[in-house]
């Protein structure tokens, strides 16, 4: 039928008429929380690029946790700065590392049964280089060693397992980590502990803010040569085939905003669960608009958000979870 028969502004006059036909819903479970965990007691550090973001010491962070399990989000994505760095990446595997304290810590809490606690598998921010791998000298400058970093890697899955991370999520984007973290767990018992895999991480301007927040910005050169390239949407797709080939059991898009139609491609192709990370520069950037007075807060975080929903994700890796959640 055409118009006037067809009046799609029927089902729009209300809203409850708007919600009954709503395609696509958000709910505080859909969100995650990322949390950077730093040494010391009763530290809450602001990072500048992030306003509402901090550096969190482990009783500080619990306290955001149990804020978060308050407000109904799903988990909890957790990320450290160490006390000291070094090129073998110690503080990430050491079984008394900051994440690994700072989970113990949570698993006591009051928050512990209500949240997912995520697991970050990255060298990064425990390197002094601060690359995700181990660096070698080549007559042309440096490389980023694969297959050395896998054992490192491993081991920092492990770890984080071991002291009581519910999920592990390796984000460095070596070929055959998914692989060798699967082998690792189980050999030490740790069969149930999933893998949700960064399977296509794109090398993104979008991560600046995050290096400041996370003290992870290379000390040299870049991380092009083991990121992806933005402009590759079918290697993206071979990214996540072989990362559940090999044994990953969910898989995570980053960045989100500018990749919303590689989060569509893999929802059709792929029946695993699927997040995408709204970066740090997504968040900045908004931020950055609030406080001109150009963009509706409260209406923009929701939008940005739903968009993403709309595009595939299961779930959300938000800086806006929990002001999201207030307002749902």
Same mark, same amino acid.
């Given at each position: 039928?055409?118009?006037?028969?067809?009046?799609?502004?029927?089902?729009?006059?209300?809203?409850?008429?708007?919600?009954?036909?709503?395609?696509?819903?958000?709910?505080?479970?859909?969100?995650?929380?990322?949390?950077?965990?730093?040494?010391?007691?009763?530290?809450?550090?602001?990072?500048?690029?992030?306003?509402?973001?901090?550096?969190?010491?482990?009783?500080?962070?619990?306290?955001?946790?149990?804020?978060?399990?308050? +407000?109904?989000?799903?988990?909890?994505?957790?990320?450290?700065?160490?006390?000291?760095?070094?090129?073998? =990446?110690?503080?990430?595997?050491?079984?008394?590392?900051?994440?690994?304290?700072?989970?113990?810590?949570?698993?006591?809490?009051?928050?512990?049964?209500?949240?997912?606690? @995520? =697991?970050?598998?990255?060298?990064?921010?425990? /390197?002094?280089?601060?690359?995700?791998?181990?660096?070698? %000298?080549?007559?042309?400058?440096?490389?980023?060693?694969?297959?050395?970093?896998?054992?490192?890697?491993?081991?920092?899955?492990?770890?984080?397992?071991?002291?009581?991370?519910?999920?592990?999520?390796?984000?460095?984007? !070596?070929?055959? $980590?998914?692989?060798?973290?699967?082998?690792?767990?189980?050999?030490?018992? +740790? /069969? %149930?502990?999933?893998?949700?895999?960064?399977?296509?991480?794109?090398?993104?301007?979008?991560?600046?803010?995050?290096?400041?927040?996370?003290?992870?910005?290379?000390?040299?050169?870049?991380?092009?040569?083991? %990121?992806?390239?933005?402009?590759?949407? $079918?290697?993206?797709?071979?990214?996540?085939?072989?990362? @559940?080939?090999?044994?990953?059991?969910?898989? +995570?898009?980053?960045?989100?905003?500018?990749?919303?139609?590689?989060?569509? =491609?893999?929802?059709?192709?792929?029946?695993?669960? !699927?997040?995408?990370? &709204?970066?740090?520069?997504?968040?900045?950037?908004? &931020?950055?608009?609030?406080?001109?007075?150009?963009?509706?807060?409260?209406? =923009?975080?929701?939008?940005?958000?739903?968009?993403?929903?709309?595009?595939?994700?299961?779930?959300?890796?938000?800086?806006?979870?929990?002001?999201?959640?207030?307002?749902?």
């Amino acid at each position: 039928m055409s118009f006037p028969e067809n009046r799609l502004r029927r089902m729009r006059r209300t809203e409850p008429l708007r919600a009954l036909v709503r395609e696509t819903t958000l709910e505080p479970g859909d969100l995650i929380h990322p949390v950077f965990i730093c040494p010391g007691e009763g530290v809450r550090l602001p990072v500048g690029s992030m306003p509402g973001v901090f550096n969190l010491s482990i009783d500080e962070a619990v306290r955001d946790a149990e804020e978060a399990a308050s +407000l109904g989000i799903g988990g909890l994505l957790l990320f450290g700065l160490p006390d000291s760095k070094d090129e073998e =990446a110690t503080g990430a595997w050491s079984d008394d590392g900051i994440v690994q304290r700072g989970l113990r810590a949570l698993k006591q809490s009051s928050a512990a049964n209500k949240l997912v606690l @995520i =697991a970050d598998v990255c060298l990064c921010e425990y /390197t002094s280089h601060g690359h995700c791998g181990v660096v070698v %000298q080549t007559p042309s400058g440096f490389e980023i060693e694969n297959d050395p970093s896998l054992a490192l890697l491993a081991r920092t899955a492990t770890s984080l397992a071991k002291a009581g991370a519910d999920i592990v999520a390796p984000s460095d984007m !070596m070929d055959g $980590r998914v692989a060798a973290i699967r082998r690792a767990l189980d050999a030490a018992t +740790l /069969t %149930q502990t999933p893998i949700l895999s960064y399977a296509s991480k794109f090398a993104s301007a979008f991560y600046g803010p995050f290096r400041e927040a996370a003290d992870s910005t290379p000390q040299f050169g870049d991380r092009r040569s083991y %990121q992806m390239d933005g402009a590759n949407f $079918r290697e993206a797709m071979r990214e996540i085939d072989l990362d @559940i080939e090999e044994g990953a059991d969910m898989i +995570l898009m980053k960045p989100a905003m500018p990749y919303l139609d590689v989060v569509r =491609a893999a929802r059709d192709r792929f029946q695993v669960p !699927m997040g995408a990370y &709204q970066v740090s520069g997504e968040y900045s950037m908004l &931020q950055a608009a609030f406080e001109k007075g150009w963009l509706d807060r409260n209406r =923009a975080i929701l939008e940005s958000l739903i968009g993403i929903r709309r595009a595939g994700a299961d779930f959300i890796v938000t800086y806006f979870a929990k002001e999201a959640a207030k307002l749902l």
